[in-house]
C-alpha cells in the first residue's frame, strides 16, 4: 500500500537516495525484525524505527541484520516511507571505537536516519554519516526549547520530547525552534516508570542494563513490606491480598486525541513497540494512519483521495506570525489553562510564603489559570524580605505553579497560543481498535495534567479481548472467492472474525458452515490445528498477511 506524500518525486527512491522530508504528520511504527518492518509499511507507516544487533534500547527483540536494514530501506523508500535506526544506548568507555566502526557500517545501508541519545555519539555519528538525519531519543530527556536549539545546532534534525511533557510544553518548544526542527511524540503504548527511560532499577536487582536494551522490567513485579522485626511476615502496600504493584504504569493512548496532540506542533506520533508481534504493529499503524488521514481531511489539508488542497502547517501562533501580538491577549483555552499542573503543587509552602489565587471576579478563568495578581506576586515577594530575591522567585513560582506571564516573567515570557478550530472526530470503530490489541489500561501520559498517567497497582498483566486466529496467506476469487490461511487458534463455523485490512475498516465477516479445506485440498470440519495450512470461502479480496481476528469467548491477563 503506497503512503500518500506529497512532495515525493516521481522516481521511486532506492537504498541508496533518502527520500524528501515530509510535509505532513508522520505515523512512525515500530519493528523488532524484518517481517514487522514490512508490515508496519505495508499497513501505512510513513516510517519505522527499528534497532540493529547492537546499541538499541532493546535488545529482546531480534532486530535487524546489515542485510536486512538494506532490504528493509528498499522496501520502505519503493513505498513512500523511511527507516530510522536506534542507537540510544548510554555507551561505556570500552563500547565507543565499537559504536564508531557500527556507524560506518550503517550510513551504506541506505537507511535514513539514527537515533541517539549521547552526545559523543552524535557528534561521532554527524562526522561519520553526515547525509543521514541525526534524532535525539526520548532518553536525552529534552524538556524546554534551549536544549532542543542547541541540539539542532550540534546538527539534529529531530528531537523526541521526554514523556515527562503535557501538551502546552509541546506548543512552547514547537513556537521557539526552527520550522525545519522536527518534534516526535509518543502516542501509544507501554510506558516505563522511569518515564524518560534512564533507570538503574532492573541492573540493581538483576544486572540487566536497562540503559543498554536489557530491561528485566522489576518496576512491573509485585511487592510487599516486610517490617525488619517480623521476618516472612509480607504486608501489601495497597490492602489487597494479592500485594502491590508499585511502579507498573499504564499504557499511553492517544488515538482520540490526535488532533490536539499535532495542533501543537507534533511532527512524528510514535508508536511504541518494538517487542510487539506483527499484529500489534499492523493494527496500531493502522489506526493512527487513518486517525492522521481523518484529520488532514477535516482540517481541510487534503481532500478524501489524499491529494492536497493546501499546505500542511499545525495551528501553534509563533513570534513572527502576522497575529502574533494580538494572540497573547486572547482568552486561553483549556489546555493551557491546565499548563504545567504536571509539575505544579499546591499554592504556598514555599520558605512559609503563600501565594494567593486570583480572586478578581473581572479576570476570565482565573480560578482555572491560578494565576495571582500583579500587585499580590509584588507584595508576596517583598514579604520574604531576603529569604526569597528576584529570580529564586521565578524558579520557585515556575516550578509551583504555572509559567503564565504575570507569576513568572514579568519581561515577557508566555505561553504559545493555537488558532481555534474544530475538534477532529473519528469513527467509533476506529476508536475501537486499541482495545483490540493485547494492553494494560489506557491514560493519555502527561500531555493532559488534569488526567495525567497513573499506577496499575493490582496487576501487571495484559488485557486480551481480541486473539489472532490466523494470517492470510493468498486469496482467490475461485469459487465465489476463497482465502488460504495460516492458522494462529481454532475457526470454526458460526464464529465472527474479522481482516484486519490497511487503510480500511476491518471486514467482519461470519464463518460459513461447510467450507473448510487442509493443505492437502481435504475437506475438514474446523480450523483446529495451530501453524497449518487451511483455506476457506471468503467472498471479500483480502491481501497477503492480512491478520484474522476474533474475540476470545472470555477475556482474560496474561503476560505480553
Excluded at 301 to 316: C, H, I, T, W
Excluded at 396 to 420: C, D, F, M, Q, Y
Amino acid at each position: 500500500m503506497l503512503n500518500d506524500e506529497s512532495i515525493l518525486s516521481t522516481t521511486p527512491a532506492t537504498a541508496a537516495s533518502p527520500l524528501p522530508r515530509r510535509r505532513k504528520p508522520e505515523v512512525l511504527a515500530p519493528a523488532g525484525n524484518l517481517r514487522g518492518l514490512k508490515t508496519a509499511v505495508d499497513f501505512g507507516a510513513d516510517a519505522v524505527y527499528c534497532g540493529g544487533k547492537a546499541f538499541g534500547m532493546r535488545s529482546a527483540p531480534k532486530n535487524l541484520s546489515l542485510a536486512d536494514f538494506e532490504e528493509g530501506a528498499r522496501y520502505a523508500h519503493e513505498r513512500g516511507a523511511r527507516v530510522y535506526v536506534t542507537l540510544n544506548v548510554l555507551p561505556r568507555n570500552a563500547e565507543v571505537e565499537a559504536m564508531r566502526e557500527y556507524i560506518g557500517q550503517l550510513k551504506d545501508t541506505g537507511i535514513d536516519a539514527m537515533i541517539v541519545t549521547d552526545i559523543g555519539v552524535m557528534m561521532m555519528a554527524h562526522q561519520i554519516a553526515p547525509d543521514v538525519e541525526l534524532h535525539v531519543s526520548t532518553q536525552a530527556g529534552v524538556t524546554n526549547y534551549g536544549a532542543a536549539q542547541a541540539l539542532y545546532e550540534f546538527g539534529a534534525r529531530r528531537v523526541v520530547l521526554a514523556r515527562e511533557m503535557d501538551l502546552q510544553a509541546v506548543r512552547d518548544i514547537r513556537a521557539r525552534i526552527p520550522d525545519d526542527m522536527d518534534i516526535e511524540c509518543f502516542v501509544h503504548g507501554a510506558m516505563c516508570m522511569a518515564f524518560s527511560g534512564r533507570c538503574l532499577f532492573s541492573n540493581y536487582l538483576t544486572g540487566r542494563d536497562g540503559n543498554h536494551g536489557e530491561c528485566a522490567q522489576p518496576c512491573r513485579w509485585k511487592y510487599s513490606i516486610v517490617e525488619e522485626k517480623r521476618p516472612g511476615q509480607y504486608f501489601p502496600i495497597e490492602q489487597t491480598a494479592e500485594g502491590a504493584y508499585l511502579f507498573n504504569s499504564q499504557d499511553m493512548c492517544m488515538l482520540d486525541h490526535i488532533d490536539d496532540l499535532i495542533d501543537s506542533g507534533a511532527t512524528s506520533l510514535k508508536i511504541e513497540g518494538r517487542s510487539k508481534s506483527a499484529y500489534y504493529i499492523a493494527a496500531m499503524t493502522n489506526a493512527y494512519k487513518i486517525a492522521v488521514n481523518e484529520y488532514m481531511v477535516q482540517r481541510g489539508f487534503e481532500d478524501a483521495s489524499g491529494a492536497m488542497l493546501k499546505p500542511f502547517r499545525d495551528r501553534v501562533i509563533r513570534e513572527g506570525d502576522p497575529d502574533y501580538a494580538e494572540s497573547i491577549t486572547v482568552v486561553p483555552d483549556a489546555i493551557e489553562r491546565n499548563a504545567d499542573k504536571a509539575f505544579a503543587g499546591m499554592p504556598g509552602g514555599d520558605m512559609g510564603l503563600e501565594f494567593g489565587g486570583n480572586t478578581d471576579a473581572d479576570t476570565p478563568n482565573a480560578e482555572d489559570t491560578g494565576a495571582t495578581k500583579p500587585a499580590e506576586d509584588a507584595a508576596a515577594r517583598a514579604a520574604g524580605g531576603s529569604q526569597l530575591d528576584d529570580l529564586s522567585y521565578r524558579a520557585r513560582s515556575a516550578r509551583r505553579k504555572s509559567n503564565t506571564a504575570e507569576e513568572v516573567l514579568p519581561e515577557g515570557w508566555h505561553h504559545a497560543k493555537i488558532r481555534p478550530a474544530e475538534p477532529v472526530t473519528l469513527p467509533e470503530w476506529l476508536l475501537e481498535e486499541p482495545d483490540k490489541v493485547a494492553h494494560r489500561d489506557y491514560s493519555t501520559g502527561f500531555y493532559y495534567p488534569e488526567h495525567k498517567v497513573s499506577q496499575n497497582t493490582d496487576r501487571s498483566a495484559y488485557f486480551r479481548a481480541w486473539m489472532v486466529v490466523g494470517e492470510v496467506l493468498d486469496w482467490t476469487p475461485d469459487e465465489g472467492g476463497r482465502v488460504t490461511l495460516m492458522s494462529r487458534n481454532k475457526i470454526e463455523a458460526g464464529q465472527e472474525i474479522e481482516f484486519l485490512l490497511p487503510g480500511e475498516r476491518p471486514f467482519a465477516y461470519t464463518v460459513p458452515a461447510g467450507g473448510f479445506r487442509d493443505a492437502d485440498g481435504h475437506w475438514v470440519e474446523a480450523i483446529n490445528n495451530p501453524a497449518h495450512v487451511f483455506s476457506m470461502p471468503c467472498p471479500h479480496p483480502v491481501p497477503h498477511n492480512a491478520a484474522i481476528r476474533s474475540r476470545t469467548k472470555k477475556p482474560t491477563l496474561k503476560a505480553e
